[in-house]
C-alpha cells in the first residue's frame, strides 16, 4: 500500500511533459513519477554499493585486499592526534 508522500517543484514545461507521457503510457502520473525516480535511485544506489569485474580484474582486486597494510606515517600520527583528542 502506497502511504508515503513527496511533494516538489518543478518547471511547468517538466510537468507537462511529464504527464504526457505517463498518460501516453497508460499510467497515473504519480506511478509513471515514482517508476522513473525508482529506477533513476537504483542506478545511483548500484554505483555505491556494487561493481562487475572481470575475473583478471576480480583477481588483482583480491591480491589488493589481501596484501599487508603499508604503514603511512601520516595516517598514523592522524589516528594517535585522534585518539588524543578523543581520548575516554
Same mark, same amino acid.
Given at each position: 500500500?502506497?502511504?508515503?508522500?513527496?511533494?516538489?517543484?518543478?518547471?511547468?514545461?517538466?510537468?507537462?511533459?511529464?504527464?504526457?507521457?505517463?498518460? @501516453? !503510457?497508460?499510467? /497515473?502520473? /504519480?506511478?509513471? @513519477?515514482? =517508476?522513473?525516480? !525508482?529506477?533513476?535511485?537504483?542506478? @545511483?544506489?548500484?554505483? =555505491?554499493?556494487?561493481?562487475?569485474?572481470? !575475473? &583478471?580484474?576480480?583477481?588483482?582486486?583480491?591480491?589488493? &585486499?589481501?596484501?599487508?597494510?603499508?604503514?603511512? *606515517?601520516?595516517?598514523? =600520527?592522524?589516528?594517535? &592526534?585522534?585518539?588524543?583528542?578523543?581520548? *575516554?
Amino acid at each position: 500500500m502506497r502511504t508515503a508522500r513527496m511533494n516538489l517543484r518543478l518547471a511547468e514545461e517538466a510537468d507537462d511533459r511529464i504527464r504526457r507521457a505517463a498518460a @501516453v !503510457s497508460g499510467v /497515473s502520473t /504519480s506511478a509513471f @513519477v515514482e =517508476r522513473a525516480a !525508482s529506477v533513476a535511485a537504483d542506478t @545511483v544506489l548500484a554505483d =555505491r554499493r556494487e561493481f562487475v569485474l572481470d !575475473s &583478471l580484474d576480480w583477481d588483482r582486486f583480491v591480491a589488493e &585486499l589481501d596484501r599487508p597494510a603499508e604503514d603511512l *606515517p601520516e595516517l598514523r =600520527r592522524g589516528r594517535e &592526534l585522534r585518539d588524543r583528542l578523543i581520548a *575516554p
